[in-house]
């Protein structure tokens, strides 16, 4: 209890006097937590089981979402030199020059601005 009578416990706040919350050992908390409701602990620990897998496939998906962009890149970086081969053939070779020039800047500055982005 506080000594000024105008002022309530904080809500949560530890059983024993000058222990907070957070010096205790998570066992002593799940102790208290199982008193208060019984099946926290267990309910805890799956939800934790299950943010672990939420993580897991999370990560699958953005490596998989970097091997099709890589994959995509290379791709319109083929395109572009099959595109400027073909200008060639036919004997516009400056044409060809400035699409598979501009493209692959085109290209290389949205990768890194890509990732630079992440960066931030």
């Known amino acids: ?14 059983t024993e006097p000058g222990i907070p919350w957070g010096d205790r050992l998570p066992v002593e908390q799940a102790k208290e937590w199982e008193a208060l409701r019984p ?25 998989g979402l970097q091997a099709l962009g890589s994959a995509l890149g290379a791709g319109t970086a083929v395109a572009y030199i099959w595109v400027a081969t073909y200008f ?4 516009a070779a400056t044409q060809g020059a400035a699409i598979l020039g501009g493209g692959a800047a085109a290209l290389v500055g949205a990768f ?3 990732k630079y982005g992440e960066r931030r």
């Not at 099946?39 to 993580?55: A, S």
């Open 39 to 63: 099946g926290t602990v267990e309910w805890m620990l799956e939800e934790l089981r299950r943010e672990r897998e939420h993580r897991r496939r999370v990560e699958w998906v953005h490596t």
């Open 112 to 114: 890194l601005g890509r």
């Open 88 to 91: 060639l053939d036919h004997d």
């Open 1 to 14: 209890m506080t000594d000024n009578p105008s002022e309530s416990p904080a809500v949560g706040a530890p």
